[in-house]
């Protein structure tokens, strides 16, 4: 866990001096600091993508992910979630609807990755940690532009790395098997387009609700766990 939590504190730092940026850039120069972390997010996401084997899979899990997510109103969520934080854990300088996009942009972008689930499960079952070491960094550089550009509410993404991260390195022993090669392949593939999504909405080019294409996970995983079924009644 230890690894996890260094994750949280390079964020936490990284929020901090992006913070410090937030209230003393002029607008001017925050619309730059937008600009470059949608564009660092949509190339980020873009070399994600490329490292699914099976784009049919994403694209039926995208699908479906959208609608059930749809469905349950999982952003809508998030964001009164993010509203609750913002209520009861700062002074309410911030505006409500940005401290919860911050919040959930952040969230999404550092929990998404094969890098977060393989570092987890490496971690986890051979305590190595240099993935996520790895990753914090990256982390906390990414959490400097987020929070310059949406504020404080990206520093509390830090509850959503210690959950989930931490909840993947004490299961690390049962989801490394059931997950596989394969299935980091098409978790990083879908995972990329939800970045892109990302990116397009600190580019305001489309206002995407990320978080409601998230059960998009849950079924590119299911595809890879029924692969093998599907292809021993197969009759080509």
Known sequence: ?????????????????GLFLHKNLREDI???VFISAGMVSVVIGMQMSFQSNRILYVVISLFAGGVV??????????????????????????????????FLNASVLFCVGAMTILGALKAGAEHNYDLLLMKSVMDGFMAI???????????????????YEGGLTLAAAWLGPVIGDAGLAEISGLGGI??????????????????????????IVLFILVEPILRGISPF
């Open 30 to 32: 925050k619309n730059v």
């Open 194 to 219: 939800l970045v892109i999504m990302i990116g397009l909405n600190l580019l305001k080019l489309k206002e995407i609700k990320t978080a409601n294409f998230l059960p998009g996970l849950v079924f």
């Open 145 to 163: 532009m987020f929070s310059a550009a949406m504020g404080i509410g990206v520093m509390f993404s830090v509850i959503t790395i210690l959950l």
């Open 69 to 102: 997510g749809t469905l349950l109103d999982i952003e809508g969520w998030i964001l009164s979630f993010g509203g609750f934080l913002e209520k009861h854990f700062t002074r309410g300088t911030e505006d409500e609807s940005t401290f919860a996009k911050g």
């Open 1 to 17: 866990m230890i690894a996890v939590l260094i994750n949280g504190i390079t964020v936490a730092v990284g929020s901090v001096i």
